[in-house]
C-alpha cells in the first residue's frame, strides 16, 4: 500500500470510528472521501428552494456550497458578504437563525463526540445549539482530537488565531499565532460551547470529510 492510499484508508477508519460515536450521542453522522462527496451529499439532503443559513465558517465557502446551493434555487442567509451595512449583516444573522438548513462547521472534535466551538458574538453557536430547521456540519479530519481537552486547545490554538487574522482582529494570537487568553476588545473567544449531545428534538447532521478543511 503506498503512503496516499494509506493516508485516505487511515482517514477513514479515524472518521467512521468517530461518527460511532457521534451516532451514539443522537448524532446523523456520516464519512465522505473528500469535499466533493460531501458537497453531493450537502446537495442531496438540502431540497430546491430551501433556505439555508451560513454563519461564519471557512469550511462551507472551500468547498463552494453557497453558490452551488443558489444554483439549486435555494435561498442562502449570510453575513460575511462585502460591502454589508451593520443592519444588513444583523438582518442576515437573524435569517441565517431562521433558516430550513444552517450549515456550518467546527472548531474540533474530540474522539467521543463531543463537537466543540470557540464564538465572538454567539450568532453562530446560537445556531448550533438551536433554530427551527435542521443542521449539518462538515468537519475535516483535520479537526478530530483525541479528547476535549485537546479539542478545547485546537479551537483556541488553531482556530482563532487564522480567523483573527481573517478578519483583522487586533489580539495578541493575531500576532503570536498562539492563544493568550488574552483580555483584548477584538478578542474573538467570548463563548465556549461543548454540544455533548445533539439538542432535543433537533436533526443534527455530521459529515466527517477525508481530508483536511478550513481551520
Not at 437563525?97 to 463531543?114: E, I, K, P, V
Request: charged share 25%.
Amino acid at each position: 500500500m503506498d503512503i496516499s492510499e494509506a493516508k485516505k484508508k487511515s482517514n477513514k477508519q479515524l472518521g467512521e470510528t468517530v461518527c460511532k460515536a457521534l451516532a451514539a450521542r443522537g448524532f446523523r453522522a456520516q464519512y465522505a472521501d473528500d469535499g466533493e462527496a460531501a458537497c453531493e451529499r450537502v446537495l442531496e439532503m438540502i431540497a430546491d428552494g430551501a433556505s439555508v443559513g451560513i454563519p461564519g465558517t471557512v469550511t462551507v465557502r472551500e468547498l463552494g456550497l453557497p453558490e452551488r446551493l443558489e444554483e439549486k434555487g435555494c435561498r442562502i442567509s449570510e453575513h460575511w458578504l462585502p460591502g454589508m451595512t451593520p443592519e444588513e449583516r444583523r438582518a442576515a444573522m437573524i435569517g441565517e437563525l431562521s433558516a430550513d438548513w444552517f450549515l456550518t462547521s467546527a472548531n474540533a472534535l474530540a474522539m467521543d463526540g463531543t463537537i466543540v466551538n470557540v464564538d465572538g458574538t454567539g450568532n453562530r453557536t446560537a445556531g448550533m445549539s438551536w433554530g427551527p430547521g435542521k443542521v449539518i456540519y462538515i468537519i475535516g479530519v483535520n479537526k478530530i482530537t483525541p479528547d476535549v481537552h485537546s479539542a478545547l486547545k485546537r479551537a483556541r490554538n488553531v482556530a482563532t488565531p487564522p480567523n483573527a487574522l481573517r478578519l483583522a482582529r487586533r489580539t495578541p494570537c493575531a500576532v503570536t499565532g498562539r492563544c493568550s487568553d488574552c483580555d483584548s476588545e477584538d478578542r474573538l473567544c467570548r463563548i465556549v460551547m461543548l454540544l455533548e449531545r445533539a439538542p432535543i428534538g433537533r436533526e443534527c447532521h455530521v459529515i466527517i470529510v477525508g481530508e483536511e478543511l478550513g481551520y
